[in-house]
């Protein structure tokens, strides 16, 4: 790409004729960002803003922990960005934002979900538990009670979704909700420690207290003192 045609963008972008987007898009023009990328992005950011169009917004109302919340909301909200920002719910934890931790589980309408995967505007009127609506430091849930009695955590940061996950766990078992492990998948699920691993195999722990979260889940199970 010559000079004259990188600055022909450049003005382009300036003048607002052409978007960012608009230049990504473009093949040549995409030659011209790898070529000068600082020079592209410092167009970009001085571009003019009047033509920009607003974000779309929506509104939404959802049950958190038992509360009534309406928000008007980016439709492009995840879930747990609008417990985490807006509802300022900071329990529940942001880890990899792209569904492969488990560190953002809640329950929705009693079913575990990775909240960064989810806009919240899909879920109108739905019942969202968060790990501050299991239990409060003065009166626990039993699963927080075992995880506490179990050592089931280290350095804690995916310990809400750890104890999200393992409450809906025991729940999935209960209603024969089948697993992979399961040798005969329309027999009843049994809780064992195989079982649980299994389950709650979406849930990763960099501290590695594996084992011991399952033995409190196996405690909560009623299978383990
Ligand atoms: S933050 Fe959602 S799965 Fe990692
Ligand atoms: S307790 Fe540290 S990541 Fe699980």
Known sequence: MTNSQMKDIMSKIQMGALSRRGVLAGGAATAAMTSAPGAIAQAATSAPTASAQPAPTMPVSFEVNGKREELTLDTRTTLLDALREHLHLTGTKKGCDHGQCGACTVMVNGVRINSCLSLAVQHQGDKVTTIEGLGTPDKLHPMQAAFVKHDGYQCGYCTPGQICSAVAVLDEIKRGVPSH??????????????????????????????????????????VRA
């Not at 195989?194 to 199970?221: F, H, K, P, T, W």
């Open 181 to 222: 492990v399961q040798a005969d998948v329309s027999a009843r699920p049994q809780v064992t420690n195989m079982e649980l691993r299994e389950r709650m195999s979406g849930n990763i722990c960099r501290c590695g207290a594996y084992s011991n979260i399952a033995e409190a889940m196996e405690e909560v199970a009623g």
